[in-house]
């Protein structure tokens, strides 16, 4: 996980919210390998010890967030999949239904925030600096910030990335990946344990289907292979074509947590 990338030395350290701030400790990667490759004992502790860490977390947000019938989704993706564009898309369309709030995660900028905010929802920036992912603890301290109101809905858009995102429970009730087909049909073989993580694949840019080599069909497959029981929507974010397919689902679940509370 981490230790491989690196980013788990940035863990509590270089996030900030609503600031753009580096901890300046970039020799990182290099530092970790070294590590790993000395006392690989001592790098496979340290990341059972980050990830329980992390887990503990994680279990007090979900109880809270059950506490206030909150629906969270966390949307995670490779960078530029459509995330942002979908969520202005999902504010817009439940305004006035729902209480949308977002936390939004990049290593730097507010530039998804304000794009967010100018869609009407209220919204938390988490800069992560030298972080590939946003954890537990980045999501408590954003809640302070955000204060979402009970029965409300919180979408959570994770830092582009496939990989290390799939390891780290915030406490939401789902996780929704987001992949568009200019990426490839292969990305559900190709990063397996984000796909065996989720509980929906958004397939989206369909309406750029005519121009790129890639198949639906196949892709649903690959999915399935990983998750057998994975619903996968193909979704233009910019048309809106298969969006009311995806807004029943997050209305179904938001039904479904106001129930259980
Ligand atoms: N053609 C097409 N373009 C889209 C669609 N959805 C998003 N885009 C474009 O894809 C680019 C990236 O979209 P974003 O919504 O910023 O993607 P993101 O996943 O939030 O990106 P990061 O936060 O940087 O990971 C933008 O130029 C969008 O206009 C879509 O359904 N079709
Ligand atoms: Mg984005």
Redesign the pocket.
């Known amino acids: 996980m981490c230790a491989t990338c690196g980013c788990g030395e940035s863990d509590g350290s270089v996030i900030t919210i609503e600031t753009h701030t580096h901890d300046g400790h970039t020799h990182t990667h290099h530092h970790v390998h070294e590590h790993e490759h000395d006392h690989p004992h001592e790098t496979l502790t340290l990341e059972q010890k980050v990830l329980a860490k992390n887990d503990a977390i994680a279990e007090q947000n979900r109880r809270w967030f059950a506490d206030h019938a909150i629906t969270v989704l966390n949307l995670t993706?490779?960078?530029?999949?459509?995330?942002?564009?979908?969520l202005e898309r999902t504010i817009r369309e439940l305004s006035g239904r729902r209480s949308v709030s977002v936390i939004e995660g990049?290593q730097e900028t507010t530039l998804?925030a304000d794009r967010i905010h100018s869609a009407g929802a209220n919204v938390v920036q988490v800069n992560t600096g030298a972080g590939c992912h946003l954890d537990a603890s980045m999501i408590e301290r954003a809640l302070a910030k955000l204060q979402p109101a009970d029965s409300s809905v919180l979408f959570i858009?994770n830092?582009?990335n496939l990989v290390c995102p799939a390891m780290f429970d915030l406490g939401e009730m789902g996780k929704v990946v987001?992949i568009?087909v200019t990426e490839g049909t292969d990305k559900p073989l190709k990063y397996p344990h984000m796909f065996a993580a989720a509980t929906l694949v958004l397939v989206?840019?369909?309406?750029?289907l005519p121009y790129v080599d890639f198949d639906l069909e196949s892709c649903s497959q690959y999915a399935r292979l990983v998750n057998r029981d994975v619903t996968v929507l193909p979704?233009?974010?910019?048309?809106g074509e298969g969006l009311d397919a995806w807004f029943t689902w997050v209305e179904m679940n938001c039904r479904a947590s106001i129930d259980s509370d």
């Open positions: 993706s490779s960078p530029g999949s459509g995330k942002t564009t979908l990049d998804d858009e830092v582009g987001v568009s989206n840019k369909i309406d750029l979704v233009s974010a910019k048309t």
